[in-house]
């Protein structure tokens, strides 16, 4: 499965969205994730493969430490750490509005602009079996004041890179939800350092 294309475009140019339920704040993309601005059924439509689409929010603060949430012990993957994110409702506007929803939902937090993607994306199959793409998004955020759903998470951390790297923050030892979520985390401070540079 190839994901979607990456566009080559300007970084600097962005398009303000209005959700008509007012369930998605306002946010602003870069043209790079312009190509994730259609709703569900169309994306699957020109990827019949595919069942779904999950999608990961990675938040920076201005520390350049990155948000992690811990998964409640009742759900899979339990007390494993992640970023925030989740599945693609078909009601979602846009799959840039899902990332925007998921957000939302599990820590309060607004976002303001979605500044770019992590990596290409990689499918998995889910236990029903279903084939599913995953995508990981850079995100800016109105605040940092995290209030988690404790039904679905119950704890989160701020980390360095190094952190992620020794899978340790203090006296915790980090467990990741899946392999290519680490690395998905290692990738997200590369593209932001790379985008920092630039």
Same mark, same amino acid.
């Given at each position: 499965m190839t994901p979607v294309p990456l566009v080559k475009s300007p970084p600097s140019i962005t398009t303000t969205t209005i959700s008509p339920t007012n369930t998605v704040p306002l946010f602003t993309w870069d043209t790079s994730v312009a190509h994730f601005k259609v709703p569900l059924g169309a994306y699957l439509e020109t990827y019949p493969k595919l069942g779904g689409v999950c999608v990961g929010a990675f938040v920076f603060d201005n520390a350049s430490r990155l948000l992690l949430v811990q998964r409640a012990p009742h759900d899979s993957y339990p007390l494993r750490w992640e970023v925030p994110g989740g599945t693609i409702d078909a009601g979602d506007e846009t799959l840039l509005h899902g990332v925007s929803r998921e957000l939302w939902? &599990?820590? #309060?937090? !607004?976002?303001?602009?979605?500044? $770019?993607?992590? #990596? +290409? $994306?990689?499918? @998995?199959?889910? !236990?029903?079996? =279903?084939?599913?793409?995953?995508?990981? @998004?850079?995100?800016?955020? &109105?605040?940092? /004041? =995290? +209030?988690?759903?404790? /039904?679905? %998470?119950?704890? @989160?951390?701020?980390?360095?890179?190094?952190?992620?790297?020794?899978?340790?923050? $203090?006296?915790? %030892?980090?467990?990741?939800?899946?392999? /290519? *979520? *680490?690395?998905?985390?290692?990738?997200?401070?590369?593209?932001?350092?790379?985008?920092v540079e630039a």
């Amino acid at each position: 499965m190839t994901p979607v294309p990456l566009v080559k475009s300007p970084p600097s140019i962005t398009t303000t969205t209005i959700s008509p339920t007012n369930t998605v704040p306002l946010f602003t993309w870069d043209t790079s994730v312009a190509h994730f601005k259609v709703p569900l059924g169309a994306y699957l439509e020109t990827y019949p493969k595919l069942g779904g689409v999950c999608v990961g929010a990675f938040v920076f603060d201005n520390a350049s430490r990155l948000l992690l949430v811990q998964r409640a012990p009742h759900d899979s993957y339990p007390l494993r750490w992640e970023v925030p994110g989740g599945t693609i409702d078909a009601g979602d506007e846009t799959l840039l509005h899902g990332v925007s929803r998921e957000l939302w939902e &599990e820590t #309060g937090l !607004r976002v303001t602009h979605v500044s $770019g993607l992590v #990596g +290409k $994306g990689y499918t @998995f199959l889910t !236990r029903h079996p =279903v084939c599913v793409c995953k995508y990981s @998004f850079i995100v800016d955020v &109105e605040a940092y /004041n =995290v +209030k988690l759903d404790p /039904n679905e %998470h119950t704890a @989160f951390l701020w980390v360095t890179e190094d952190e992620v790297k020794e899978k340790k923050c $203090g006296d915790l %030892h980090l467990v990741y939800t899946t392999k /290519n *979520q *680490q690395d998905t985390i290692l990738d997200a401070f590369e593209t932001r350092r790379k985008t920092v540079e630039a």
